[in-house]
């Protein structure tokens, strides 16, 4: 079967190991099924994939990918959730040491076949495409728990979404814009501010720019370049999530202020599965299309990560195998 695969990981050329051929169809295990994929979403996770780099020890040659939706044997369509837990771990499964997401401990999604546990998948809703379904299990998710589980926004209240083109931030974008939030963004160029406009921004600024009013919650998705910024831009008692650092991960944080105006700082990485149940009901519910900048065939799958590592992508970037994709 074809797939695409990191040979290697180096971290000044992570392209360098980037592969796509074929490979053996995988057999699954006692409780997990077979996947044929339909669609799949490529994400800075893979980056990390291919530049060595993993929350846990990562054995090459490596399937990359996390997200998907795909037919099981008995012809269902699905949306796959990304992460694995300890079977028997209690609590918030987000914080589970073990957990792990899909091509970390095993084979990712960019394949034509992939595995995965059984309860991993659940039914892609009638009338959702299965690229919008491909584009849920990391970046929507991770908007997702930013939004509704971790700022305590509520309709009518003002957020800001620091960037305005990447995965997380349209997401947020079109996710608060739902909901019934007022919602503000940043945005390098005007073209991006533009798109963040035509999925509900109300409000657009320049990287830095001073706002006319602080806001309730800041999403940061830069880290360093832009935490100053947000910051200042949060009023007091504000929340501040923070869920990346592709702008440094060394925060810049005034200590005085956090504590003097009680402000909230929260990370986040994607959510739990019940969340990700959640987030599906919401996109159908609400009738949401994810935007989605590039579509391309798994065969252009080195051409989809080109995209990510070069910064040259707005929205998702998902691959397409299979005649069923509609």
Known sequence: MLAVYAASGNDETPL?????????????PEGWVRVKL????????DIFTLKGFGVHPIKFPRIIGCEGVGILEDGRKVVVYPFMTTPDYIGDETLDPGRHALSEITEGTLAEYF?????????????????????LGIAWLTAYRMLF?????????TMLVQGSSGGVSTALIQLGA??????????????KRQLAQSLGAEKTFEPGEKLPAQVDAVFDTSGAATWKHSMASVKPGGTIVSCGGHGGFELPTDAIRLFVDSLSIHGVYAGSFQEF????????????????????PLSQGEEAIKL????????KVVLTAGSEVA
């Open 178 to 191: 739902a909901a019934g939030m007022r919602v503000w963004t940043t945005g390098r160029t005007a073209e």
């Open 115 to 135: 595995i995965i546990p059984a309860r991993n998948v659940v039914p892609l809703p009638a009338g959702m495409d299965v690229t919008s379904g491909a584009v």
């Open 16 to 28: 360098a190991g980037l592969k796509i051929g074929q490979v053996p169809l995988p057999t699954p």
């Open 38 to 45: 339909l669609a799949a979403s490529a994400n800075y996770h």
């Open 149 to 157: 589980t971790k700022s305590g926004l509520r309709a009518g209240q």
């Open 308 to 315: 990510l590592v070069e910064g040259k992508t707005q929205g």
């Open 277 to 296: 149940k959640d987030l599906i009901s919401v996109v159908a519910a609400k009738g949401i299309k994810p935007y989605i900048g590039r579509i391309l």
